[in-house]
């Protein structure tokens, strides 16, 4: 028998799974792509993964957040539930000042009515806060602590918020719309960015040197 | 990178500056308000003429008018501004009040600020206004547009009447959220001051003499994941 003939019967042949070659190359360019992607990622200067990373984050929960959902479909049920329970922890707020404050859903009745919508809700600066710390090169444990702390102090802001709008319907009515629509939704904005300048700071602050740890990355 | 207490005091006493001149220049003022709707209109808004909704049929144009301080009925804001529809082959110009005060004037002020107050050259700041302003201007006149094609896209009638989905999430996405109009001009003052600052250390020779002798000062430095690219024993900032 010649060398090479494969009617040899002790030869061994490696079993090669057949993948048609246009198939192969496709799937080559693929992971080819993916690999030079990520090395372009990892290329760009820390501040550019950080604004993209909150961005895509941003447009997430604002997708979450704002989409048209049905009526009676879940989201909007949770959504709803959510305003009721701003405007019930915020008309009991108020009920400490005014005995006529009463809560009705996500009405709050009294000398001044409120109706409690999505763009009442703080949500936007929930969410910008959100973004921010979820994206920002910290550990997750530090990650977590402040966005249960920021997110609080935006949530109380925004009781207080609709506290004082209440207090100038009654008493100032000529400021309501203004503060409404300009004043406290920057006010609210602010708080949020202040929130997250504050945390990133203090994390910061507290990092072990360089050297002692690797910070996580995304 | 750690902040000193130094850096820190600097940094809040921006701030605080920032927080003034946005308390001062943003006080509701109807001289200045009716001063900048107008020339707003003149400027920014008469390029909304040039543009036509429902192929060609629908029209609008945004004219300044006295500033509100109450809202009008069936209007959700107060207006110093109103924009009028019109239809082809419809007599009616139904007309809808707009407030330019919260749509341009305090995204613009909360822009110039930030970038007023940021520790960068005068170049710096000059080139972060030459691309910022215009970014933002074309945002409000954009949200102007997209106001209005949603209205001709059934936005103000009942749900089932929207022709265009795609154009009504936008809305609900961009538009209705009114902390929209704030975070917009602080994250683009943010990434503008990130950009300039870089360019400036990386230019300033005191910065390119602390980069690793591997990396030409032209290049990016290669940042440490999780931390700024500024080297560890990070100056005091200009």
Redesign the interface.
Known sequence: MRDGDLTEPDRIVPVVPIVPPAAEAREGRIRRGLARAVRWW??R???F?F?ARAALLMGAF??LL???YRDGSLPQRLLFRYLGLLAAVSGGVLSLFDSSVNVQGVFILGRQPLHIV??CA????LA?FAATVLAF??RWRVRLTGFVAGGSVIWAFNVLRIVLLYVAGVKW??L???LH??VM??L???V???CF?VWA?RS??S?P??AAH????I | ???RGSE?RR?AAR?AVF?LV?GVA?W?RPNVRRGFSAAYCATVGATLRAVSFRDGAGHARVEAAAPT???RAGEN??SDAEVELSLAGNPGRPRLGV?L??DAY?PLL?LISAIAVAPLRARGKAICLAVGVPIVLAASLAALMGLVGWIFAGGLGP?DAMTNKTL??MV??LL????????GP?VLA??LI?WRL?SERRSDPQWSSLLPSSVPPST?P????????AP?STPPSP
Do not use: C
């Open positions: 990892h290329a200067p820390g501040t993964r604004i604002y997708l704002y989409y048209p999505l763009d703080a949500l936007d600066a910008l090169p910290a009515p000529q309501f719309d203004v629509e300009d939704a920057l609210l904005v602010l949020s960015v202040g300048a700071v910061r602050i990092a040197p360089l690797a910070p996580a990355r | 990178m750690r902040l820190l940094a701030v927080l946005v943003g509701p301080t109450a809202r804001v107060t407030n005060r919260r305090l909360l749900p009504d999430l609900r996405m209705e959220p009114p902390g929209n109009r704030f975070i602080l943010g990434v990130a870089r990016p290669e940042s440490t994941p999780g931390e700024p690219s560890a």
